[in-house]
């Protein structure tokens, strides 16, 4: 069922990008894109940063204290934004876990 | 994030224009970015006769396709412009022998790949060795939610429950699944059984797209058009399920023009963010465009190359931008919102690809048809004109 599928993002979930989800750097126009069915999104320069940690390794927590420690930003805005981002790519179903998944 | 879909549709409910944003960080007006997305109809074979195909109603035969080599090039010239994307269409694609050896090449020179298709002439094999080429997804149609609609729509017995085994085939082989429900009035009493069946194959994806009156479509309108309280009806199910599914099931929904007030922006405006590839090779703004007499396409197989007729060939410039357009489209404040809705419909009902599309309240012709499409949906002809190389074969029995 699809619904075994949706995620719920946490500061423990280790999200990776599914093998549908394709992150490439766009030579043409020179930006990075997500290529996903019958899709081209267009993440922004965070975004980007925050899916190249993404590697189904790391835990959110650990991305988040990478991303905090490498901008010397606050530690809670940076957690809120990379969960909600993660979130609307998971609802997207452009997002996988690595690990055992949280159901709904 | 922004987000466009591939072929140019937009997404419901989303604002955002992914590619806009992509593309106007370079280039001035007068040229325009490669497409993310190409549209390549393999063939113009299908066991399928649906009465609503968006194919031309002069089919390309088997001999004028391209041959394997020639898609490879083509395939290869893509990737090097800049295009992200293949999908691969029909006709039905899997009656290409070659379709795993494209697939295969579309993956080698870096093109993310869809198989659009019907499904019914695939086996478990062929499609785990389209997977081992390297498909990235596969969005299969559906006609109904069950054989007696379906395999009547589709002209063809037995295809549903193929459709059924092919979309579990799919998921088993872990490539994500659109499927695609084509909408019209003898089939959208269904539309809550299909939205649930969507969500039983474990679909990502469903395109509900209602009928769009062109080509075999229009010589079918009588017996599709929706009446105007079934379309209120199937907007409010697909809002209601893209709010109760969010997360799980992913509804895109193509509104019908005919009863809307605005037009819609066909292809994101034509020769802005897609072409096609014809079975014979030719470059077309979208893939209806031939049924417009008097535009001469360009083909690959001519001297020039993919980018040259995208950014130069006459059929490509003749209704880019705004400079082509009459009044009331001249004048008018969406004029880039809408670029004068759909140049093949405009042909089709008003006989000249210029005039303002007659989905929009501004047109003069959009009265007679919008109580056309009354009368019509209202009228109990029900009988198809089935989709064939012969020009169309009327349904029989019942």
């Known amino acids: 069922m699809a619904g075994a599928r949706h995620i719920t993002v946490s500061e423990t979930s280790r999200p990776v990008l599914p093998r549908h989800a394709k992150l490439k750097f766009d030579e043409t126009r020179q930006v990075w894109v997500i290529l996903a069915p019958e899709r081209v999104l267009a993440p922004d320069e965070i975004a980007v940063e925050v899916l190249k940690l993404c590697d189904g390794i790391r835990n959110v927590a650990e991305v988040v204290d990478e991303l905090a420690a490498k901008y010397a930003a606050p530690r809670e805005a940076i957690a809120t934004d990379v969960v909600a981002m993660l979130q609307d790519l998971a609802d997207k179903g452009f997002l996988t876990e690595a690990r055992e998944k949280t159901h709904e | 994030m922004s987000e466009v879909l591939a072929d140019g549709k937009v997404t419901g409910g989303d604002p955002h224009d992914g590619l806009a944003a992509l593309e106007s960080r370079r280039s001035s007006a007068e040229t325009f970015g490669i497409p993310l997305a190409v549209l390549a109809e393999l063939t113009h074979r299908c066991p399928l006769q649906c009465p609503y195909c968006s194919n031309p109603v002069e089919l390309d035969r088997a001999g004028s ?179 109760r599914l969010k997360g799980i099931l992913a509804i895109d929904y193509v509104v019908p023009d005919y009863y809307a007030l605005r037009p ?56 880019r931008g705004t400079s082509w357009m009459p009044e009331p489209c001249k004048s008018c404040e969406f004029r880039e919102v809408d670029f004068g809705g759909c140049r093949c419909q405009a042909f089709a009902l008003t006989g000249d690809a210029g005039n303002t599309d007659p989905a929009c309240t501004l047109s003069p012709m959009h009265e007679a048809i919008f109580k056309q499409a009354e009368l019509e949906a209202a009228s109990d002809n029900n009988r198809f004109l089935y989709r064939n190389f012969a020009g169309g074969t009327l349904e029989t029995g019942d």
């Open chain 2, 264 to 319: 819609k922006k066909c292809m994101g405006g034509w020769g802005r963010q897609f072409f096609n590839i014809s079975p014979a090779g030719k470059v077309l703004p979208c893939h209806a465009a031939e049924s417009i007499t008097g535009l001469e396409f360009e083909s690959v197989r001519s001297n020039h190359s993919i980018a040259w007729i995208w950014q130069n060939s006459e059929a490509f410039n003749r209704y």
């Open chain 2, 65 to 243: 396709e391209l041959t394997t080599e020639e898609w490879k090039k083509v395939l290869s010239e893509l990737a090097e412009i800049g295009v992200l994307q293949i999908h691969f269409s029909g006709g039905e694609p899997t009656a290409r022998k070659d379709l795993v050896e494209l697939v295969q090449h579309a993956s080698d020179v870096g093109l993310y790949s869809n198989l659009i298709t019907s499904a019914v002439l695939l086996t478990r094999e062929k499609l785990a060795a389209l997977a081992d080429a390297g498909l990235c997804h596969v969005q299969i149609s559906f006609q109904g939610n069950e054989p007696v609609v379906a395999d009547r729509v589709a002209g063809l017995k037995h295809a549903h429950g193929k459709k059924l085994e092919a979309a579990k085939w799919t998921r088993e082989l872990d490539m994500p699944l659109t499927v695609n429900a084509v909408m019209h009035r003898q089939n959208l009493h269904q539309l809550p059984d299909i939205i649930q069946m969507a969500v039983d194959l474990d679909a990502d994806r469903l395109e509900v797209a209602n009928v769009q009156y062109y080509g075999w479509a229009l010589k079918n309108r009588a017996a599709l058009m929706p009446t105007l309280a079934q379309i209120e009806e199937t907007s409010r199910i697909v809002e209601d399920a893209q709010a």
